[in-house]
Nanobody, 125 residues
Framework: QVQLAESGGGLVQAGGSLRLSCAASGRTFSNYAMGWFRQAPGKEREFVAAITWSGSSTYYADSMKGRFTISRAYGKNTVYLQMNNLKPDDTAVYYC??????????????????WGQGTQVTVSS
């Protein structure tokens, strides 16, 4: 089993940036793909970005392309989500997740096997 812990959320003004981190432990880091999802109050959980085990392939939701960047650092067993040009609609709890299929990098939350507790991101207008 892998354990995940997000950090880096907070309050930021529209147009600003944040970098979220997800520290992984308990399972070899290269054995799983990683994803970020978010959930705003009253809304469904939404795919944000995903990255394969090697980091060679990344995928983004259309509304995040060009603004968000997912990456992973093997020496730190950490996945990052760099978020630039934030908008009030980006306000949500952000979750990282691990998919034990390391090649898949799915956009469906049903494919993920482990989840972090979430970190709140609030973007003010």
């Amino acid at each position: 089993q892998v354990q995940l812990a997000e950090s880096g959320g907070g309050l930021v003004q529209a147009g600003g940036s944040l970098r979220l981190s997800c520290a992984a432990s308990g399972r070899t880091f290269s054995n799983y793909a990683m994803g970020w999802f978010r959930q705003a109050p009253g809304k469904e959980r939404e795919f944000v970005a995903a990255i394969t085990w090697s980091g060679s392939s990344t995928y983004y939701a259309d509304s995040m392309k060009g603004r968000f960047t997912i990456s992973r650092a093997y020496g730190k067993n950490t996945v990052y989500l760099q978020m630039n040009n934030l908008k009030p609609d980006d306000t949500a709890v952000y979750y990282c997740a691990a998919d034990y299929n390391p090649y898949r990098a799915s956009s469906s939350h049903y494919d993920y096997d482990a989840w972090g507790q979430g970190t709140q991101v609030t973007v003010s207008s």
